[in-house]
């Protein structure tokens, strides 16, 4: 049976068509499927009972399932979801005071191989389908409780691409979830609510400046060509030169919408006093700020965080320079759902391991 869930307005409103109904159908469909959360047709109670029965027939509405859901004791909730091949990817909630950002996977695994990063050691690899990206917005919305989209006071009120995967190696699908994601008569989250992380995909960063106009966040690491080739192999391709011009060149960027340039600190590698300064000069005519986000361990990583008093220098010189830098608190460490930490292929962790990443036997 055909998935409604995926397809673009104008392709469901193609599908109706093609099944015999009005145009008006289709929207109907959509405001059920997308600001009401129904899984089923049954629950769509403007359709005729026939029209509903004969909808079942045919098409399904269907999510990933949750093949398990962990809750950090600092709130931050982690749902594994599996999709109809048997492949999973992770999806987080982080509640904040006045927000809560869901952050979303775009791939099982990841195309790219970052030194640091616990999805890039994961071997199996697929994009995941328009579906599947829009599915985990629904079920975070299921698990927090948020259908009819609520128009304010929502616990989840931005959306991060900082999940597993690049986004921008799976462009087409990210898109076209993103589009509906966007859509102001279904899930209706705002693209200045949406922010979009890369390695720097230089080709890519330009098309999505141009189709969604999302806000940017580039995934840095590094202020020299020769360390970030080793840090993100991505940086061989595509340079920094190269990839800070793809900034400067982004349309939606401004003094009020800012390129968010991440950094992750690792310990007396990329974490001087005089990286900083270089990061400042490559950064300047940018509209940007800066996020500092101590390096998250996981089993067998070659890196160690920076120690505090080396982030705080790092974050004096980048502040002192006129930029926003934040260090970014690691959120649901407890249950490996901070940055970096998402994995989805079954590792069974020694239990030396566990202890490191501070995991109980029952979740490893
Ligand atoms: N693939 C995209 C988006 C996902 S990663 C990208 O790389 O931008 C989200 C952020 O977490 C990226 O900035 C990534 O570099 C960072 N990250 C990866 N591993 C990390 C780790 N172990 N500790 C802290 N941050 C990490
Ligand atoms: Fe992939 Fe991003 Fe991890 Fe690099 S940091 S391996 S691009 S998920």
Same mark, same amino acid.
Request: net charge positive; aromatic share 6%; charged share 25%.
């Given at each position: 049976?055909?998935? *409604?869930?995926?397809?673009? &307005? #104008?392709? @469901?409103? +193609?599908?109706?068509?093609?099944?015999?109904?009005?145009?008006? %159908? $289709?929207?109907?469909?959509?405001?059920?499927?997308?600001?009401?959360?129904?899984?089923?047709?049954?629950?769509?109670?403007? *359709?005729?009972?026939?029209? &509903? #029965?004969? @909808?079942? +027939?045919?098409?399904?509405?269907?999510?990933?399932?949750?093949? %398990? $859901?962990?809750?950090?004791?600092?709130?931050?909730?982690?749902?594994?979801?599996?999709?109809?091949?048997?492949?999973?990817?992770?999806?987080?909630?982080?509640?904040?005071?006045?927000?809560?950002?869901?952050?979303?996977?775009?791939?099982?695994?990841?195309?790219?191989?970052?030194?640091?990063?616990?999805?890039?050691?994961?071997?199996?690899?697929?994009?995941?389908?328009?579906?599947?990206?829009?599915?985990?917005?629904?079920?975070?919305?299921?698990?927090?409780?948020?259908?009819?989209?609520?128009?304010?006071?929502?616990?989840?009120?931005?959306?991060?691409?900082?999940?597993?995967?690049?986004?921008?190696?799976?462009?087409?699908?990210?898109?076209?979830?993103?589009?509906?994601?966007?859509?102001?008569?279904?899930?209706?989250?705002?693209?200045?609510?949406?922010?979009?992380?890369?390695?720097?995909?230089?080709?890519?960063?330009?098309?999505?400046?141009?189709?969604?106009?999302?806000?940017?966040?580039?995934?840095?690491?590094?202020?020299?060509?020769?360390?970030?080739?080793?840090?993100?192999?991505?940086?061989?391709?595509?340079?920094?030169?190269?990839?800070?011009?793809?900034?400067?060149?982004?349309?939606?960027?401004?003094?009020?919408?800012?390129?968010?340039?991440?950094?992750?600190?690792?310990?007396?590698?990329?974490?001087?006093?005089?990286?900083?300064?270089?990061?400042?000069?490559?950064?300047?005519?940018?509209?940007?700020?800066?996020?500092?986000?101590?390096?998250?361990?996981?089993?067998?990583?070659?890196?160690?965080?920076?120690?505090?008093?080396?982030?705080?220098?790092?974050?004096?010189?980048?502040?002192?320079?006129?930029?926003?830098?934040?260090?970014?608190?690691?959120?649901?460490?407890?249950?490996?759902?901070?940055?970096?930490?998402?994995?989805?292929?079954?590792?069974?962790?020694?239990?030396?391991?566990?202890?490191?990443?501070?995991?109980?036997?029952?979740?490893?």
């Amino acid at each position: 049976m055909k998935n *409604l869930v995926g397809l673009s &307005r #104008a392709e @469901l409103l +193609e599908e109706m068509r093609g099944f015999g109904a009005e145009p008006f %159908r $289709a929207r109907q469909l959509w405001h059920w499927i997308y600001n009401r959360g129904a899984t089923s047709f049954d629950a769509m109670t403007s *359709l005729s009972k026939a029209f &509903r #029965a004969r @909808l079942a +027939e045919h098409y399904a509405i269907e999510r990933p399932t949750v093949s %398990r $859901a962990l809750r950090s004791t600092d709130g931050t909730r982690k749902w594994l979801l599996r999709f109809s091949d048997g492949n999973e990817a992770e999806t987080v909630h982080i509640p904040e005071e006045d927000r809560g950002t869901l952050c979303v996977s775009s791939q099982v695994g990841c195309t790219l191989t970052c030194k640091f990063c616990h999805t890039g050691t994961q071997r199996l690899v697929r994009n995941l389908e328009a579906a599947e990206i829009v599915g985990q917005v629904m079920i975070a919305r299921d698990a927090l409780g948020e259908w009819p989209s609520p128009p304010e006071d929502r616990q989840l009120t931005n959306i991060v691409l900082m999940g597993m995967g690049e986004p921008l190696y799976n462009y087409e699908n990210v898109a076209k979830a993103l589009k509906i994601v966007m859509d102001g008569e279904g899930l209706s989250l705002s693209k200045r609510k949406i922010t979009l992380s890369t390695s720097g995909v230089v080709p890519m960063i330009r098309r999505c400046g141009a189709e969604l106009q999302v806000n940017l966040a580039i995934s840095l690491h590094a202020v020299r060509d020769e360390l970030r080739d080793v840090l993100v192999p991505i940086n061989k391709k595509w340079p920094i030169a190269e990839l800070l011009q793809a900034c400067r060149e982004y349309p939606s960027a401004s003094n009020a919408r800012r390129i968010t340039f991440e950094y992750v600190m690792l310990k007396d590698v990329n974490d001087s006093p005089a990286d900083a300064r270089e990061l400042v000069r490559l950064l300047k005519g940018i509209p940007a700020k800066v996020n500092l986000i101590p390096f998250n361990p996981w089993p067998g990583a070659p890196f160690e965080r920076s120690t505090e008093r080396a982030i705080a220098a790092f974050a004096d010189i980048v502040f002192a320079a006129g930029y926003s830098a934040p260090v970014r608190t690691p959120r649901g460490e407890d249950i490996m759902a901070a940055c970096g930490q998402l994995k989805s292929d079954s590792v069974r962790l020694r239990a030396s391991e566990r202890l490191r990443v501070g995991m109980s036997a029952a979740e490893a």
